[in-house]
């Protein structure tokens, strides 16, 4: 079953953590390992193709140095 655009990632999101990765040095695989997610659900999520629980989602961005904040307007 497809997942609904509109559940998916934000694109904005997913291009900063494919970023945050790449700028860490690290490959898809390591990322993946050290947030405990597959190798393909990280190429997903670093894709905008993904809809992470909170808990995949905390993991992903730890692993690759990013912190869940919010900004104030």
């Not at 497809?2 to 690290?26: F, M, N, S, V, Y």
């Not at 909170?54 to 993991?59: D, E, I, Q, S, V």
Request: glycine content about 6%.
């Amino acid at each position: 079953m497809k997942t609904k655009k509109e559940e998916l990632i934000d694109p904005k999101l997913a291009a900063k953590i494919k970023e945050a990765r790449e700028k860490k040095g690290l490959t898809q695989s390591q990322a993946a390992t050290s947030a405990k997610v597959t190798e393909t659900f990280f190429a997903m999520t670093g894709r905008g193709e993904s809809n992470p629980s909170f808990a995949k989602l905390k993991r992903i961005l730890n692993a690759v140095g990013l912190d869940i904040a919010t900004k104030k307007k």
